[in-house]
T-cell receptor
Framework: DTEVTQTPKHLVMGMTNKKSLKCEQH?????MYWYKQKAKKPPELMFVYSYEKLSINESVPSRFSPECPNSSLLNLHLHALQPEDSALYLC????????????FGSGTRLTVV | GQQVMQIPQYQHVQEGEDFTTYCNSSTTLSNIQWYKQRPGGHPVFLIQLVKSGEVKKQKRLTFQFGEAKKNSSLHITATQTTDVGTYFC????????FGAGTRLFVKA
């Protein structure tokens, strides 16, 4: 299995809602990542997990809360988001420290209303 | 902090013409990766370069890593409409930073 699966594909949420984005990989990769991508912009790193431990947090607001329950799963919990948080959220995985590039999921397109 | 600059921002070509995108870093990179993102899609890994002066080819695509490991290029020979998309370079070690990307438009 050479895929990274993200759910849901689309999400519309209000500013008072709580929701979670999910990511799963079965490639045996031990590093997993959350990226945020705005239209016509490059992916912007949010969080890095290595061996299920949070190793990088790129000063992301606390309304985004990552979780890595095991080596195959990565979640991003969302709470009290703002409309400017609307974006494509991409999950990726790789072999640390960087074996052969990242495999990205197809993303969750998030709209905050 | 580390920055990865990429030019041009976009390029329009006629099908069959060549295309090149360039990537420059303010610091020495441990490696550089290239990705392609089709419109409405997600980034797809193309290749990773690690060695100084490295050159790799994938069919019509040629990737180069500079001697100082601070710059890289992607060259596409004889573009096709299937080459349409945004090409990103990404540099660094454990924390991969993406360049701004070059959007390629191919006119048939």
């Amino acid at each position: 299995d050479t895929e990274v699966t993200q759910t849901p594909k689309h999400l519309v949420m209000g500013m008072t809602n709580k929701k979670s984005l999910k990511c799963e990989q079965h490639m045996g990769h031990r590093a997993m990542y959350w990226y945020k991508q705005k239209a016509k912009k490059p992916p912007e790193l949010m969080f890095v997990y290595s061996y299920e431990k949070l190793s990088i947090n790129e000063s992301v607001p606390s309304r985004f809360s990552p979780e890595c329950p095991n080596s195959s799963l990565l979640n991003l919990h969302l709470h009290a988001l703002q409309p400017e948080d609307s974006a494509l959220y991409l999950c990726a995985s790789s072999q640390p420290p960087q074996g052969g590039g990242y495999t990205f999921g197809s993303g969750t397109r998030l709209t905050v209303v | 902090g580390q920055q990865v600059m990429q030019i041009p921002q976009y390029q329009h070509v006629q099908e069959g013409e060549d295309f090149t995108t360039y990537c420059n870093s303010s610091t020495t990179l441990s490696n550089i990766q290239w990705y392609k993102q089709r419109p409405g899609g997600h980034p797809v890994f193309l290749i990773q370069l690690v060695k100084s002066g490295e050159v790799k080819k994938q069919k019509r695509l040629t990737f180069q890593f500079g001697e100082a490991k601070k710059n890289s290029s992607l060259h596409i020979t004889a573009t096709q409409t299937t080459d349409v998309g945004t090409y990103f370079c990404a540099g660094g070690g454990f924390k991969t930073i993406f360049g701004a990307g070059t959007r390629l438009f191919v006119k048939a």
